[in-house]
T-cell receptor
Framework: LAKTTQPISMDSYEGQEVNITCSHN???????ITWYQQFPSQGPRFIIQGYKTKVTNEVASLFIPADRKSSTLSLPRVSLSDTAVYYCLVVGNNAGNMLTFGGGTRLMVKP | KAGVTQTPRYLIKTRGQQVTLSCSPISGHRSVSWYQQTPGQGLQFLFEYFSETQRNKGNFPGRFSGRQFSNSRSEMNVSTLELGDSALYLC??????????????FGPGTRLTVL
């Protein structure tokens, strides 16, 4: 499974757009990029998943360049409640359900 | 639909004891995975069960075991507890069986403290 690298922490202010970039240089052809959010003492929550180009849902957007060696999670107009750890994962569609979590990015949203 | 439920939510045990944790997946989900989360090691995959069979296994000692019942509910067992087993144990369920990676839905976890 491809290893992911993302910033350890980020700070932002309420109302700003936050972009968290993840690198995954060894991503395989069948792999997807998936992001989870985790609040303290809770289980991770699925945010978004994509294979290439751009994916958008009601919560976030995911930008994936053509070479797929990196991806960017974009959170529009963050609020204090978006303070959490965000995990970028590379997931194969033939790996069963074995998620490999890295250290994640600890996002702190300030008032 | 009800989410993934885990029981108990909190547990305190002493070294050498054993413990059983329970997970009820979302209705209709056939895959159940277990993860251990500690401050030092982060989130680590333990094992996955699908149709009552272990499909994937992480790098944990044999003291960690699990099973899945015909209704997809799952249990994990840790025998001969060690201090290092203190962690948040998370269960995740998914539909399974599609060509696109399944979305996994996590429960709130069981906080195990070993004294």
């Amino acid at each position: 499974l491809a290893k992911t690298t993302q910033p350890i922490s980020m700070d932002s202010y309420e109302g700003q757009e936050v972009n968290i970039t993840c690198s995954h240089n060894n991503i395989a052809t069948n792999d997807y990029i998936t992001w989870y959010q985790q609040f303290p003492s809770q289980g991770p929550r699925f945010i978004i998943q994509g294979y290439k180009t751009k994916v958008t849902n009601e919560v976030a957007s995911l930008f994936i360049p053509a070479d797929r060696k990196s991806s960017t999670l974009s959170l529009p107009r963050v609020s204090l409640s978006d303070t959490a750890v965000y995990y970028c994962l590379v997931v194969g569609n033939n790996a069963g359900n074995m998620l490999t979590f890295g250290g994640g990015t600890r996002l702190m949203v300030k008032p | 639909k009800a989410g993934v439920t885990q029981t108990p939510r909190y547990l305190i045990k002493t070294r050498g004891q054993q413990v059983t944790l329970s997970c009820s997946p979302i209705s209709g989900h056939r895959s159940v995975s277990w993860y251990q989360q500690t401050p030092g090691q982060g989130l680590q995959f333990l094992f996955e069960y699908f149709s009552e069979t272990q499909r994937n296994k992480g790098n944990f000692p044999g003291r960690f075991s699990g099973r899945q019942f015909s209704n997809s509910r799952s249990e994990m067992n840790v025998s001969t507890l060690e201090l290092g087993d203190s962690a948040l144990y998370l269960c995740a369920s998914s539909l399974a069986g599609t060509s696109i990676p399944d979305t996994q839905y996590f429960g709130p976890g069981t906080r195990l403290t070993v004294l």
